[in-house]
């Protein structure tokens, strides 16, 4: 079956770094979009940037200009690059795609298990 498995979270003191990935895994026909997401303690979930097969991406504002999102189509992997982290940045960050799969032959929204990023001093 196809998953997304992520890595890179930790802890970092406020303006560090992080580059989280994300793996897609299975019987893969193609991926679509691909999309980073938080959610913070008390918060709903929020987009924090997307990218399209294309290479196309979008961020929320709050990111912009800090984080940059990319993707290697041969690895099947988005990254997420994060600069001048905040405390505000804390959060679960979960990876999201939309894949073409061989079983069924249909696109399904699939959902990495989540990595924690704690921004602190």
């Known amino acids: 079956q196809v998953q997304l498995v992520e890595s890179g979270g930790g802890s970092v003191q406020p303006g560090g770094s992080l580059r989280l990935s994300c793996a897609a895994s299975g019987r893969i026909i193609s991926i679509g979009d691909m999309g980073w997401y938080r959610q913070a303690p008390g918060k709903q979930r929020e987009l924090v940037a997307r990218i399209t097969m294309g290479g196309g991406t979008n961020y929320a504002d709050s990111v912009k200009g800090r984080f940059t999102i990319s993707r290697d189509n041969a690895k099947n992997t988005v990254y997420l690059e994060m600069n001048s982290l905040k405390p505000e940045d804390t959060a679960v960050y979960y990876c999201?795609?939309?894949?073409?799969?061989?079983?069924?032959?249909?696109?399904?929204?699939?959902w990495g298990q989540g990595t924690q990023v704690t921004v602190s001093s």
């Open positions: 999201n795609a939309a894949i073409m799969q061989y079983t069924g032959s249909r696109t399904l929204s699939y």
